[in-house]
């Protein structure tokens, strides 16, 4: 007992000191502001004409919904037979009057035909290879970001596009960032035809990167797909027909007359001025951030659209 007192006794003298000290210690220093810095929006203020493209009326889609339009880019260079198939189906009206079919909350959006017992008939074609990933040789200048990735062993931009290849396998892919476009499927590799289609509304799922076809991304418009209401059956589809959005039509640019058209221009991912881009990402300055992050995510790279100057 008198040796469990003093064990106590000890304890207790060694709390109240380390007590005292830690009141009379000096207060830690606070961190040192960063320097302001250029911002993406200032980057982009002070691009030149040079460092922008417009979007080419032949691969890009506008989806128009009663609250508005979106756009869609097409990237024929990642998967050529898909982007061939979707602008087949387009020319001839398909998706008009069908609906936005699906939306899981954090993940996707998809849109198409939900009726499986009778689905609306079509000419183009009803298989297409999978195109999960396709050769590195003919995709475009590739823009390598520094930084190591999870699910790739090199990742960066092309024409654009956030993009991940394998150099040893002569192998790139489009990866499951936000806005980013795929080729919904079933079981089966070729069971994707474009006849559904679907966009990343979440946390990038990149698990799925080399399992689907990526055909391109969203340019504009996509809280008009981030808002959909939640479908409330298995993985996010809608139970009732009354609780899915219509589609008015899908049109490509090419076949809207010029007045029509929305004039975008794309962020040259080649250009000096992305680098520009991707280290006011990388790095933020001060006064409103205390700790900059030194290092950049793929899917967080943002690529500036504007309208046309």
Not at 108 to 118: A, F, I, L, S, Y
Request: aromatic share 6%.
């Amino acid at each position: 007992m008198k040796a469990a007192t003093t064990i106590h006794a000890t304890i207790g003298a060694a709390l109240l000191a380390l007590f005292a000290n830690g009141a009379s210690a000096a207060p830690a220093k606070p961190a040192k502001e960063l320097p302001p810095k250029p911002s993406v929006a200032d980057v982009v203020k002070a691009s030149k004409p040079g460092d922008w493209r417009p979007l080419d009326p032949e691969n890009t889609l506008y989806l128009e919904l009663p609250t508005g339009r979106v756009v869609l880019e097409l990237a024929p260079s990642f998967a050529p037979k898909a982007a061939a198939n979707i602008r087949a189906l387009v020319r001839e009206r398909y998706f008009d009057g069908l609906w936005i079919m699906r939306a899981q909350d954090g993940f996707v959006v998809q849109w198409g035909d939900p009726d499986e017992e009778t689905p609306r008939p079509f000419k183009a074609a009803k298989t297409v290879d999978a195109e999960f990933t396709v050769p590195v040789k003919g995709t475009g200048q590739f823009t390598l970001l520094k930084e190591r990735d999870v699910y790739a062993p090199q990742v960066g931009h092309v024409n654009g596009f956030p993009v991940a290849r394998d150099p040893k396998a002569g192998q790139t892919w489009l990866p499951h960032c936000y806005a980013m476009v795929g080729v919904a499927r079933d079981e089966g590799s070729d069971t994707g035809n474009g006849s559904q289609l679907y966009t990343v509304i979440g946390h990038a799922p990149r698990h799925l990167d080399r399992n689907i076809t990526v055909v391109g991304r969203i340019v504009a418009g996509m809280p008009l797909l981030t808002v959909m209401p939640r479908g409330t059956a298995a993985a996010g589809f809608y139970d009732k027909a009354g609780q899915r959005t219509p589609i008015a039509s899908v049109r490509l640019a090419a076949d809207v007359p010029l007045p029509e058209r929305s004039k975008l221009e794309v962020m040259r991912t080649e250009s000096a001025a992305f680098q520009a881009v991707i280290e006011a990402q990388r790095n933020r300055g001060g006064p409103w951030t205390k700790v900059a992050a030194g290092a950049i995510d793929l899917c967080n790279v943002p690529i500036p659209v504007r309208e046309q100057q």
